[in-house]
């Protein structure tokens, strides 16, 4: 079958999606390409399949050639597999049941229709009667696919790709039946959000009442019945809440958590990627997100609560695959979640695609997870090098860097620069004059190997020829703040394609994306830059932190980055050779002369630092 939008009906096989992007201008919101879909899909259609053990017993070799197919030949093993099993693989796949609680564009609606539908019509060579692909399309809009997204106009676009979908393969129209309802099916709400609304003895049949209207709802194409079923409807579910004021999916989609087996079978999804900074979450909302979700800690991002949430949407054999930021594998916010994913919520593998354009242009790199809960198997980190690779299925087992004791290890004290909402409290206290009441302030890019500069600092769309902040007669910085910005310390740059490190003996202020290392636990700080500023450093970040690559070769460095490069117990006299070597390379960059020489000691130190880590 074809994908609906590769159709000519006036829809280039993108156009919904773009015009998603052009609706939809809020943070953190992305479309997701087709190809991405089409994997996500397969890999858990296969998942699904598979655990279906006692039922189908098909090995996944064969479903993988039963989705590859584009007939179901006679005489072949596939034919003679499948004869034996096609009734009840029909009916699993009819009562399969999806939901994309960041439904979007519906991408993945459509995708999972497209593939079920599709395996479904391949099964007609065992039927005495042919399904058409409209009935099929419709009967799994029906009964399997559910969605819900708090942005009306990106319901109405799911809406609308679902109907073409139906439409688009069929050229005789009168062949076309009346096209169903979907205001229950995708709809509009906040999925983050439990319902407050908990089934009892007195809104059971309330909600019995619900799930019937809705069905009827869905076939109805009376513009008069429509409109009274709507309203039946609505007063039914005015009646359940019972002046609660949050219905939930668990109650707007209450005929999938009412029976033997609650919950999905599939949970799946691009959740919307806003930070901490961008979401502003009200205290009302923190406060409610630490109760429903105790794993999301920190300054997280919103795709974690999804993660979470989608946990409680499945079924106890449920399967879930997410595309999500690449900060999931080792961000300090992220890590509570993802030991419950692996330890308690089988999570599979995750696969990098940050490598090739995957949001055309748009800055966040990506990764792929897949999860079952029945899965038993450890945690494994692949990658795909390009669309190619995704599509042919060709991906690369992330290798594992060796393990050393840490910076942490070694107590070594990191703070960061401004961050947060602190951010902009700042900048009414930067000046470009130096007085009695300020000092230095610099960001990262102003941080260089053994130098840095207050000149041309680019901070929060302007630039200052020269930076300074107040920590004097001020009452916006914290004192712990301010006795950080007077204190020597190792500053390190946040966004750099090498580790660059500079010690600072005089006050200096730290904007965003800036860290610093200020409590050396008796070591020599000059060593201790010399180590950071060392080619086996960067190599190493290169190596351990792939999750923190960005476009043009950049890495982004926080302080959980710093905290987990490696340390070790090294003598005395290694640690004079490097801090008389990085003495004089401070001064070198200082007076900007003899960079000759600069060459042939860093090359000097990098020899002795990697003979340190062998």
């Known amino acids: 079958e ?43 259609i296969k998942r699904y399949l598979a655990n279906l053990k ?36 029909d009916i699993k796949l009819k009562e399969l049941k999806i939901i994309d609680p960041a439904v979007g564009s519906g991408q993945f609606t459509t995708g999972m229709l497209s593939l079920i539908t599709d395996i479904r019509l391949k099964l007609n060579i065992f039927f005495q009667y042919d399904r058409t692909l409209f009935q099929l399309k419709k009967s799994c809009i029906q009964n399997s696919i559910y969605g819900i997204d708090i942005i009306g106009s990106s319901v109405e676009i799911a809406r609308l790709r679902l109907w ?9 129209i009168e062949n076309i039946s009346a096209l169903p309802n ?89 959740p919307p990627y806003e930070s901490a900074v961008d979401k502003k979450r009200t205290e009302t909302e923190k406060e409610y997100n630490k ?29 879930y695959s997410w595309i999500i930021k690449n900060s999931f594998l080792n961000s300090n916010y992220s890590e509570k979640t993802k030991n419950k994913l692996i330890n308690h919520s089988g999570l599979i593998n995750s696969l990098d695609v940050s490598t090739f354009d995957v949001f055309h242009s748009v800055g966040v790199y990506p990764i792929i997870i897949t999860g079952d809960l029945n899965n038993k198997e450890s945690f494994k980190e692949y990658s795909a090098n390009s669309l190619e690779d995704l ?15 840490t910076i942490k290890d070694f107590k070594l004290k990191i703070f960061s620069g401004t961050a947060g909402f602190g951010a902009k409290a700042i900048i009414r206290l930067l000046e470009t004059k130096k007085t009695d009441q300020n ?39 914290a004192d712990q703040k301010v006795n950080f910005y007077k204190d020597p310390k190792i500053v390190i740059a946040g966004m750099t394609k090498k580790i660059e490190a500079v010690y600072i003996k005089g006050p200096i202020g730290l904007g965003v994306g800036i860290y610093a290392i200020y409590n050396f636990n008796n070591y020599d700080p000059y060593f201790l830059t010399g180590l950071l500023n060392s080619e086996f450093y ?47 390379l401070h001064k070198i960059y200082k007076k900007k002369n003899d960079t000759d020489n600069a060459e042939k000691i860093e090359k000097e130190i990098n020899n002795k630092v990697n003979d340190i880590f062998r």
Request: glycine residues 4%; charged residues 30%; proline residues 3%.
């Open 2 to 44: 074809s994908d609906p939008l590769d159709k000519e009906v006036g829809i280039d096989p993108e156009m919904l999606g773009k015009v998603f992007e052009r609706l939809i201008d809020i943070n953190g919101v992305v479309y997701t390409p087709k190809i991405v879909v089409q994997h996500m899909c397969e890999e858990l």
């Open 54 to 89: 006692s039922e189908l017993n098909l090995s996944p070799e064969l479903i993988d050639n039963l989705i590859k197919c584009t007939n179901i030949e006679k005489e072949t093993n596939l034919y003679s597999q499948i004869e034996k099993i096609y009734k009840i693989l």
């Open 164 to 172: 073409l979908s139906l439409i688009v393969d069929e050229n005789r």
């Open 182 to 270: 979907l205001d229950y099916k995708i709809y509009q709400s906040n999925s983050l959000i439990k319902s407050s609304v908990q089934v009892n003895l007195f809104n059971k049949d309330k909600l019995t009442l619900f799930v019937e209207l809705k069905q009827n709802l869905y076939e109805e194409n009376d513009d008069e019945k429509v409109d009274i079923l709507k309203t039946k409807i609505q007063n039914t579910l005015k009646e359940i809440a019972d002046g609660k004021d949050s219905f939930g999916i668990e109650i707007i989609f209450n005929e999938i958590f009412e029976n033997k087996n609650p919950g999905f079978d599939i949970v799946i999804g691009n």
């Open 291 to 319: 109760k429903i979700y105790p794993e999301a800690t920190g300054s997280y991002d919103e795709f974690i609560l999804f993660l979470l949430r989608g946990l409680h949407l499945l079924k106890k054999s449920g399967v």
């Open 391 to 405: 599509e042919n299925k060709n991906f690369y087992k992330v290798k594992k860097t060796k393990t050393y004791k």
């Open 439 to 477: 000092i230095p302030f610099i960001v990262s890019g102003n941080v260089d190997r053994y130098k840095y500069s207050n000149n041309d600092v680019r901070y929060i769309y302007k630039t200052y020829p020269q930076a300074y902040i107040k920590i004097y007669s001020q009452r916006t910085l």
């Open 538 to 584: 960067t190599n190493y970040l290169l190596s351990a932190f792939k999750d923190k690559h960005l476009k043009g070769g950049y890495i982004s460095i926080n302080k959980s980055v710093i905290e987990n490069l490696p340390f070790t117990t090294i003598d005395e006299k290694n640690q004079a050779y490097i801090v008389e070597r990085s003495k004089e």
